[in-house]
């Protein structure tokens, strides 16, 4: 998939950026990804694998990791 152009690079988040949003450490949002508990991400970038995530993304994210919260406990 390319890359996205520069003028559209405004619209997704990187893993930092999530994982910022998220509260969790990119190991956790990598194991998570791998596990199936996130979808994958909106977009990677396939020469060097960057994950780009889009807003829609992230809402599914904080769910998810609310209902396996609430599952833990």
Request: hydrophobic residues 30%; aromatic residues 10%.
């Given at each position: 998939m390319?890359?996205p152009r520069?003028a559209?690079?405004h619209e997704?988040?990187t893993?930092?950026?999530?994982?910022?949003?998220?509260g969790?450490?990119t190991y956790?949002?990598?194991?998570r990804?791998?596990?199936?508990?996130?979808s994958?991400?909106t977009?990677?970038?396939g020469?060097?694998?960057?994950?780009?995530?889009?807003?829609?993304?992230l809402?599914?994210a904080?769910?998810s990791l609310?209902?396996?919260?609430?599952?833990?406990?």
């Amino acid at each position: 998939m390319p890359r996205p152009r520069l003028a559209d690079q405004h619209e997704y988040m990187t893993t930092t950026d999530v994982c910022k949003k998220l509260g969790i450490s990119t190991y956790q949002l990598r194991t998570r990804l791998a596990q199936g508990i996130f979808s994958p991400p909106t977009m990677v970038d396939g020469y060097q694998g960057v994950r780009y995530f889009d807003e829609d993304w992230l809402r599914a994210a904080q769910e998810s990791l609310e209902k396996w919260k609430e599952k833990r406990g």
